[in-house]
């Protein structure tokens, strides 16, 4: 509600605006959006206030689009113009995507093609699967892990310590008992660990989380070997559940031929993949899938919106369905498979790059997330939008991201690593061994420790 003194003010500045005794630059600060009443008086100037705020904020959008490369996005996102028209509608796909309410603006006929695609990808028949379109990997997640909890009440969750957050996340909102598992170098679960674990806790059930594709270092669990350590631990298939998550490398993996495949015909339980991932779109969205005869366990029927419910949301973004439709229509299997090799093969020409400059780097098969040192400058950081992890940062290949993106990236960091370790005096490059093998350490113990390649 607005206030005398808000109101007061606000007619003071639209009328400082008009008069030019606000410099109209004000308006350009994108970092700076006030909320004021509309007055019919100032109409005119307040629109003209908004578009050039709107504008700016385009161009710092569009600024920031070109330096992205630490962050698991693919923002070509330009074929979604077309789309545009729809966002005159509100689009609400709330409850069950596979049941009608009495809410008719929904797109839930898009979103059960999405989920076919997906069930198709990942082997699994129409009449045994159940899904929706989510806001995301985090949610699906979510509503993987409370499947698994309600199936196995009693059941401890093992994952691995190089987990995405949601996973720790969902553990304790759940309250579940929970085991942190060991990594190997490449950042894949210790099976090991992983059964040491296992047979200290065999008289409870084992809610397992995979990793297809590690958040940080893009590294892929062995499914196989998960799969095969709980059998050989004595879990029968009632006693687990396994759920992938597939954030990213969920539509990577499908389109190598050598890579491990993601299949409900092996016993697993759920998979859950975000779809402004590799594929790109102008929002947050994921897809969720698991098996049909899961569900039951806390699907409601809802009279309010006259339909069954079974999703963590509620309401959801009607939008996201299409445009994940239309991205598999546009590019289908062929051209997503393109982008995928693109994304391998612009990943080796990064981390070829790296190690001609003596910068310790590492980046796993079949990985399109490029690990190494931890550069030393702050604004550096932020400029190319970079991720870092204690002495690493990475770069992920998606597929905007450009040889001339890299080659430029390449440059300003062989140009400022020169100025942040000139001479080797009292600051050095990080050992980086224990965190990415001694075989991809440039430090000077371990590597040669070459500036610019000298």
Avoid at 101 to 121: C, P, T
Avoid at 236 to 242: R, V
Avoid at 338 to 367: F, H, P, W
Wanted: aromatic share 10%; charged share 20%.
């Amino acid at each position: 509600m607005a206030t005398l003194t808000s109101i007061t003010n606000t007619k003071t500045n639209m009328a400082a605006i008009s008069t030019g005794a606000i410099d109209e630059n004000d308006c350009k600060k994108p970092e700076t959006f006030v909320l004021v009443e509309p007055y019919e008086e100032c109409d005119a100037e307040r629109q003209v206030c908004l578009s050039k705020r709107m504008i700016e904020f385009q161009e710092h959008l569009t600024e920031r689009t070109s330096h992205l490369l630490g962050y698991h996005l693919n923002l070509s996102c330009n074929h979604l113009m077309d789309l545009s028209p729809l966002l005159r509608f509100h689009i609400n796909n709330v409850g069950d995507p596979f049941k009608e309410s009495n809410l008719g603006l929904h797109s839930k006929k898009f979103e059960v093609e999405v989920l076919d695609w997906f069930a198709q990808l990942w082997e699994i028949e129409k009449d045994e699967y159940w899904g929706y379109v989510t806001n995301g990997g985090t949610e699906g997640n979510l509503q993987a892990l409370l499947l698994g909890r309600e199936l196995l009440p009693d059941g401890i969750l093992y994952t691995s310590r190089e987990s995405h957050y949601s996973i720790f996340k969902a553990a304790r909102m759940y309250r579940m008992d929970y085991q942190i598992i060991s990594t190997l170098t490449t950042g894949e679960i210790d099976c090991d660990d992983l059964r040491a674990k296992l047979i200290l806790n065999k008289d409870k059930p084992a809610i397992i989380n995979v990793n297809i594709g590690t958040t940080f270092k893009g590294a892929i669990d062995d499914l196989d070997l998960i799969i095969k350590t709980l059998e050989e631990c004595g879990f029968s298939d009632k006693q687990f559940y396994i759920h992938c998550d597939a954030a990213l490398y969920g539509l990577i993996t499908p389109f190598l031929g050598q890579a491990p495949k993601i299949s409900f015909k092996k016993p697993i339980s759920s998979v859950s993949v975000s779809a402004h991932k590799l594929l790109g779109s102008a929002m947050p969205c994921g897809v969720h899938i698991t098996r049909k005869r899961y569900i039951g366990l806390f699907s409601e029927s809802i009279e309010y919106i006259a339909t069954v419910d079974a999703t963590i949301s509620g309401s959801r973004n009607g939008h996201t369905p299409i445009f994940i439709w239309y991205v598999l229509n546009i590019k289908g299997y062929k051209g997503i498979q393109q982008d995928v090799r693109k994304c391998l093969m612009n990943a080796r020409y990064l981390r070829d790059g790296l190690r001609n400059a003596g910068i310790s780097t590492m980046l796993n098969e079949m990985s399109i997330v490029v690990v190494f040192e931890r550069p030393l400058d702050h604004e550096f950081l932020n400029y190319w939008q970079l991720s870092c992890l204690e002495n690493m940062a990475h770069v992920v290949v998606m597929p905007h991201v450009t040889i001339k993106m890299l080659d430029d990236f390449l440059d300003d960091l062989v140009q400022k690593r020169n100025i942040w370790y000139d001479g080797y005096g009292d600051v050095q490059p990080p050992c980086l061994a224990k965190d990415i093998g001694v075989s991809n350490c440039s430090c000077l113990d371990h590597g040669n420790g070459l500036i610019d390649g000298n």
